[in-house]
């Protein structure tokens, strides 16, 4: 779905370093190396880990137990970074700005061993204090070496003990490192089931399993699972679940049989096929926010199945390129124009507003996204939510259904838009848990909420409008 918020002039994607280019690639610890590297690219150019880490991967040959080391660290390193922090400037004895950008790399590095990993402490320390050396001289080595002794003076309990906020809440947020206003958006929004949050924010803080889709007429799940070692998936019948490794290596994917998608926006794409229409279905359909276009490829194999075609619109250029690949011989068109002033002609049979949100719902595979965003982006992205979904509804026929979805659980983002639009425009909001046949713990309804620690999925939600006639 398209961005918000997103800075230009800034490619998030490569793993070049500016000055720092020419580096050798043949190192004496290629997985720290990597790993340095990745949080380097995050905090220098706002780079997204899981895009340029397996870049660096490549670039340094890493492959194997290296580079299952270097993800780790990683990754995990990027989505503790708030936590990290707050524990190195307790230790360091000064605020975080004030420590120079490519020490504080080490040291969060460092200190993500130390309070995360099972690696020894002497080994964390030492190999830390080595590519400090490396990177600044024996002077700056020392101060690393002096500020990681002064994180194993305590344990990761006691560091929680003694920096966590005092409220249940803000807690729980330190303890698995989340910031505070996301905890209680997540709290918000489990209502009742509040006191699933710790299960929650300990399913968000780890590393999720890969997810695989099958395309429907290319390949079945059963036989993916089978040439992928995978296993598939509970609640879509297109969906198979990896361990590990690298998908884009495998010959499914390479075919463009297969794709990395996460099972809960295969459910969303499920559910606005399934949704009852008031009439025929005339096989008219519109993705509305289709950029990078992986529920838009589902949608299209689902659609050409029977005859029918999807318009997709995106309005920038380089992400309706994604779609247009993701899409390649299926029936789809794809449009580049703001979904909030299309042009299209109305009367399309079901219509996903798949919206930009502020995606809380998929920090889990976004290492440092939950340090990036702030309540602030919120407003914005609101009204942009409510604007696309009067667009689209303006585009469906009568007794056509829309789905509205998001990869956010945020209250504003969700139940409070689809009331919005209930209120002025009269529709009839179908029972989206009926859509999902098979699938548990979807909550009172009508609306659809998933969640990673109930479903193993993205934390998408899902509501299902049909216009009256």
């Given at each position: ?13 490569r ?8 580096r050798?690639?043949?190192v004496?610890?290629?997985?720290r190396?990597?790993a ?29 137990r ?5 993800t ?7 989505r503790t970074l ?16 004030d ?16 309070l995360?990993?099972?690696i ?6 030492h ?25 194993t003076?305590r ?7 003694r920096?966590?906020?005092p409220?249940?809440?803000?807690r729980l ?7 505070e ?9 489990l209502?009742p089931d509040?006191g699933?949050?710790r299960?929650?924010l300990?399913?968000d803080d780890?590393?999720?399993?890969v997810?695989?889709v099958?395309r429907?007429?290319?390949i079945?799940a059963?036989e993916?699972?089978?040439?992928t ?24 994917v390479?075919e ?9 926006s ?5 559910a ?11 096989g ?15 949608l ?12 997709a619109?995106e309005?920038?250029a380089?992400?309706?390129q994604?779609?247009?690949?993701a899409t390649?011989?299926?029936p789809?068109e ?7 002033d299309?042009?299209?002609p ?14 809380l ?27 696309l ?19 956010s ?21 179908l029972?989206?848990r009926?859509l999902l046949?098979?699938?548990?713990g979807?909550g ?17 939600f ?8």
């Amino acid at each position: 779905m398209p961005g918000a918020g997103k800075r230009s002039g800034t490619d998030r994607t490569r793993p070049g370093r500016g000055q720092s280019a020419e580096r050798p690639k043949h190192v004496k610890d290629p997985a720290r190396t990597v790993a340095l590297e990745t949080l380097r690219a995050v905090r220098e150019r706002d780079a997204y880990a899981n895009l340029v880490l397996p870049a660096f991967l490549r670039e340094y040959s890493v492959q194997g137990r290296d580079a299952a080391l270097a993800t780790e660290l990683g990754y995990g390193a990027s989505r503790t970074l708030g936590v990290l922090d707050a524990v190195i400037a307790e230790c360091a004895g000064r605020e975080i700005a004030d420590i120079d950008g490519p020490l504080l790399d080490v040291l969060r590095l460092g200190t993500y061993q130390l309070l995360r990993t099972r690696i020894e402490p002497h080994a964390a320390v030492h190999t830390a204090v080595e590519l400090a050396r490396a990177e600044s001289g024996a002077g700056r080595a020392g101060f690393v070496n002096a500020v990681l002794r002064r994180v194993t003076e305590r344990s990761p309990q006691d560091w929680v003990a003694r920096l966590a906020p005092p409220d249940p809440i803000g807690r729980l947020a330190f303890e698995y490192a989340h910031p505070e206003w996301i905890a209680q958006a997540f709290a918000d929004a489990l209502g009742p089931d509040v006191g699933e949050l710790r299960d929650l924010l300990a399913a968000d803080d780890a590393r999720p399993v890969v997810h695989l889709v099958a395309r429907p007429g290319d390949i079945t799940a059963e036989e993916l699972a089978l040439v992928t070692g995978g296993e598939e998936g509970r609640w879509s019948p297109y969906a198979v679940y990896l361990e590990g490794g690298d998908p884009g290596s495998l010959e499914p994917v390479r075919e463009g049989m297969a794709a990395v998608q996460d099972e809960g926006s295969q459910l969303v794409v499920l559910a606005l096929t399934r949704a009852p229409l008031h009439g025929s279905d005339t096989g008219r359909w519109l993705d509305l926010c289709a950029g990078p276009g992986g529920k838009t490829a589902l949608l299209g194999a689902l659609a050409g199945i029977d005859g029918y075609r999807v318009d997709a619109v995106e309005p920038a250029a380089h992400r309706a390129q994604l779609v247009r690949s993701a899409t390649r011989d299926m029936p789809v068109e794809v449009h580049i124009v703001d979904g909030r002033d299309s042009g299209l002609p109305a009367g399309y049979d079901r219509i996903l507003v798949d919206a930009p949100c502020t995606g809380l719902g998929a920090l889990r595979r976004r290492p440092e996204a939950r340090w990036r965003r702030t309540p602030g982006d919120v407003a914005d992205l609101v009204a942009l939510q409510r604007e696309l979904v009067t667009a689209a509804w303006d585009l469906l026929r009568p007794g056509g259904v829309l789905v509205y979805s998001t990869c956010s659980p945020h209250l504003p983002e969700t139940v409070a838009v689809v009331a919005d639009t209930v209120r002025r425009t009269g529709a009839e909001q179908l029972d989206a848990r009926e859509l999902l046949p098979g699938v548990t713990g979807l909550g009172a309804g009508p609306a659809v909420q998933l969640w990673p620690h109930r479903h193993g999925t993205d934390a998408m939600f899902v509501a299902a409008l049909r216009k009256p006639q």
